[in-house]
């Protein structure tokens, strides 16, 4: 097994190497950090300011070990919401640094060990159905997030999908110079994307000539400066308050899941431009490393943002520096120019956030409609998935959308569990339907293929060859080639009773195709004892030579015992 440490040293050791797209690209996103990151501490109740900070090293930590290449690691508006919850809920300020960077610092600090302990590998377990449809909802929570700018109403719903009914019904109330901000700023992307050469710079084009188009025309939209200052200096270093720890444990944890929740939608959103596997635990290994380094510099809990990462994607992201450049960007702005940036309009980047939200569900459009066609169950669950998304919290949404992938596969296990009879002609084995009942005096061979789950029990019992009225001295042998190592106690109590059946009118019941590990759960279980070892065939590296041994076994204990 590798260590943790190299696990921390392989993601970056074996990047390529930056490109002029991704020092683009990491302009942009910087670019966008500083009103988004503002205006999501702004939402949690905490100082503008320290969303900057979230994302200036937690960025660059975050990309330099994510496994998932162009994730960007900072802060999010469910991340911001959840912080500020926790330390309501423990009588803390949200204001005292000491507060903050402890928090930070347990948020990551949980994230290491679910990294570490490779608790990542429960992603595998969601389905393509709920990743989509856990995704979509938050692409659309993405541009529901951005609907005051883009409008200039605020909608009264918490629900994601009832702002934008809140915002229709109060269409009047809209803005007017708000909304023709956002049509330029969409337009302008959209007339850059044409030419080939300015695709890669259509965002950051847009970006900077509405914004010199409204400071020319003095039009009355919120910019940056109205939600807060924007510093011309590093963060500062902090030192954790390790009196609230018992405070805060707790909360850190419940956070943590809501980052990884988030992060959980982008390695499917947005794979790997080298082709290489995301890994869930190596996320968040990277997520917890960012956050531990971010809490002694001013910032609040980041995890893997989709709507950042939609950013670095649109302006030309390559590889994992363009989130470095992003980093190390935002900390040069800040520096140099940060007072600067308080005059983008907010509703350009509620316009280009609204894009990298169409971009992403665009982008799963063809799993959509593959879903819709092909698996109706399947297509249930994204739907499900995708509700809970825009209505619950995030972590509880993704462990419904865990609860129905687990649903949706015992369902089709079920379905496709069969047993089917097996028939010798000129030495070889030719799959039919099973009898409806055993011939007296006769060999007879089943071969059951599925996973050995208990919901299967219902369709196997019901194919299973039933003990007519001549049923006498009869072979029953069962074919497990496909049978999983560990058998389900329900199986095995059919098993069991199958045996006895036959055993009571004078015939054997034969287990053929037994591997090891289930030998040894056979043993454990008892069903040894009961089957009779003399009636356990073991598996071979022949396909059906179990059945073929078990067969002739059965054919000579018929011989022997006339």
Request: net charge neutral; proline share 5%.
């Amino acid at each position: 097994m590798r260590s943790w440490r190299s696990r921390l040293r392989r993601p970056w050791q074996s990047t390529a190497r930056p490109t002029v797209s991704d020092a683009v690209s990491g302009l942009v996103t910087a670019l966008f950090s500083i009103p988004e990151g503002m205006a999501y501490a702004s939402i949690g109740g905490f100082t503008p300011v320290a969303g900057l900070y979230s994302g200036m090293l937690p960025t660059l930590v975050g990309s330099l070990l994510s496994r998932t290449v162009l994730m960007v690691t900072t802060l999010t508006s469910a991340i911001a919401l959840s912080a500020h919850g926790v330390l309501g809920s423990a009588g803390l300020a949200a204001d005292d640094l000491g507060n903050i960077a402890l928090l930070t610092l347990l948020v990551g600090a949980f994230m290491l060990i679910l990294g570490v302990l490779r608790i990542g590998a429960v992603m595998d377990f969601v389905s393509s159905a709920v990743m989509t449809g856990f995704t979509v909802g938050i692409a659309v929570q993405i541009v529901a997030g951005v609907v005051k700018d883009v409008t200039g109403y605020t909608p009264d719903a918490h629900n994601t999908l009832m702002k934008f009914v809140d915002a229709a019904v109060h269409i009047s109330q809209w803005s007017l110079d708000a909304v023709l901000v956002t049509v330029a700023t969409i337009v302008v992307w959209a007339l850059a994307r044409l030419w080939q050469r300015l695709r890669a710079f259509a965002t950051l084009i847009a970006l900077l000539a509405v914004s010199l188009g409204v400071a020319v025309l003095h039009t009355g939209v919120e910019t940056v400066g109205d939600i807060g200052v924007v510093p011309n200096s590093l963060p500062p270093i902090t030192v954790p308050d390790v009196s609230a720890l018992p405070h805060l444990v707790l909360g850190a944890f419940a956070i943590a899941q809501v980052a990884l929740a988030q992060a959980a939608g982008i390695s499917a959103a947005v794979p790997n431009p080298d082709k290489s596997r995301p890994d869930a635990s190596g996320d968040f290994t990277a997520q917890g490393a960012a956050n531990v380094v971010g809490a002694f510099f001013g910032a609040l809990p980041a995890g893997g943002s989709l709507s950042r990462t939609g950013v670095a994607v649109s302006a030309g992201a390559r590889t994992r520096w363009a989130g470095v450049f992003a980093g190390a960007w935002l900390i040069l702005l800040v520096v140099i120019a940060g007072s600067l940036a308080q005059a983008i309009p907010m509703a350009v980047i509620g316009a280009l956030l609204i894009v990298i939200g169409a971009e992403l569900i665009g982008g799963r459009w063809d799993d959509i409609v593959l879903v819709i066609r092909s698996a109706p169950l399947s297509a249930v669950a994204m739907l499900v998935t995708f509700v809970a998304t825009t209505g619950l919290p995030l972590q509880n949404a993704i462990l419904l959308g865990a609860v129905l992938s687990l649903v949706l596969f015992c369902v089709q296990s079920a379905r496709i569990a069969q047993l089917a009879g097996l028939t010798r002609d000129s030495g070889r084995w030719v799959l039919g339907s099973p009898p409806k009942e055993l011939p007296p005096e006769q060999v007879t061979v089943v071969h059951y293929s599925g996973t050995s789950l208990f919901a299967e029990v219902p369709r196997v019992a019901r194919d299973w060859p039933q003990l007519g009225p001549d049923s006498r001295r009869c072979v029953l042998i069962l074919s497990v080639r496909t049978l999983p190592d560990v058998p389900s106690a329900t199986v095995l109590k059919l098993l069991a009773a199958r045996t006895a059946e036959l055993r009571s009118r004078g015939g054997r019941f034969i287990l053929a195709g037994v591997n090891p590990a289930m030998r040894r759960r056979l043993d454990r279980s008892g069903l040894t004892a009961t089957l009779g070892a003399e009636n356990i065939v073991m598996a071979t590296d022949v396909v059906f030579e179990a059945a073929d041994l078990a067969y002739e076994e059965g054919c000579r204990w018929l011989a022997d015992d006339s």
